[in-house]
């Protein structure tokens, strides 16, 4: 029978801890981390995302704006929008939240932003820094990043694994790859080129899956006693929320697993506030 990561729980663990930092900065420097989230124009999903991520950072005490733009904003407007809160001091964090509208290119945005206040950790710079396994402090993208955390709390050790990654997205799947890889997994990148999944899942002691579709691993496809990372988010024929993995198949052969909902989403979302205490706290000592 598998251990459940249960990824609501450590995400309230990791909120509290933030919470005392935020409060720490607040008591010993008068600093109170700032965030600002941009969304261009009215996409359900998005919004409602946006008003989770605004609704905990508020509650955990980090200064939380929402900029809602029309979806006729142009890419120039949106830049000029990032170059002012880059030069504001109070603001530690921007994330411009997709999808964007097709007349802004994201590539563009992206690079706007600047290094030290990507608290996606999508900037090339960063990215740059997570392959070279740099030793500084930088941000890494959320969803790897707290499926990190993941593995640390459950004390689950990459070093020497066999480690899979399905799916090879730049939000998730290659920097999931480069944590796992530079924690000392052998680590295989899979997508829809890969002639025979099954041959690299059979032998995997870790396997990563974000593909977004449904019932794409099953019990057949992993070895006893592997570890299994749900990504997927889907809608199944019920209307429920369901990962990428036949959960209750997998259930009773693998070591560990994430369930869907509970598992990867509310440590996104953790992630991204402990992540805006740390560009916080590191703006601090770039001062120095």
């Not at 402090?137 to 694994?161: A, D, Q």
């Not at 790859?177 to 870790?206: C, K, P």
Request: glycine residues 8%.
């Amino acid at each position: 029978m598998a251990t459940i990561i249960d990824g609501k729980a450590l995400a309230k663990k990791l909120n509290q801890q933030t919470s005392k930092r935020v409060a720490q900065l607040q008591s010993q420097f008068g600093i109170t981390p700032g965030l600002v989230v941009i969304i261009v124009g009215n996409d359900p999903a998005s919004e409602r995302y946006v008003r989770n991520k605004n609704r905990t950072a508020k509650r955990l005490g980090i200064s939380s704006t929402v900029n809602q733009l029309p979806a006729e904003t142009s890419e120039e407007t949106l830049l000029q929008l990032i170059a002012n809160y880059n030069a504001d001091p109070a603001i530690h964090g921007i994330l411009v939240q997709d999808p964007l509208p097709e007349q802004i290119n994201e590539k563009n945005i992206t690079r706007a932003i600047l290094p030290e206040k990507d608290v996606d950790g999508f900037h090339p710079v960063n990215v740059g820094k997570l392959y070279l396994n740099d030793t500084t402090n930088y941000p890494v993208s959320c969803t790897p990043k707290g499926i990190m955390t993941m593995f640390s709390e459950y004390h689950i050790s990459l070093k020497g694994k066999n480690a899979v990654m399905i799916g090879r997205s730049a939000i998730v799947g290659k920097p999931m790859a480069a944590l796992m890889l530079n924690a000392g997994a052998s680590v295989s990148i899979l997508h829809r080129y890969t002639r025979d999944i099954t041959e690299y899942t059979q032998n995997a002691d870790i396997i990563v899956s974000a593909t977004g579709h449904l019932v794409s691993l099953t019990k057949d496809a992993v070895k006893a006693g592997a570890v299994v990372i749900d990504v997927g988010q889907n809608i199944n024929e019920a209307g429920h929320l369901v990962g990428d993995t036949d959960y209750d198949d997998l259930f009773e052969k693998v070591a560990y697993i994430t369930p869907v909902p509970g598992g990867v989403g509310p440590m996104t979302i953790a992630t991204l506030m402990q992540q805006s205490v740390d560009l916080a706290e590191w703006s601090i000592r770039s001062d120095k």
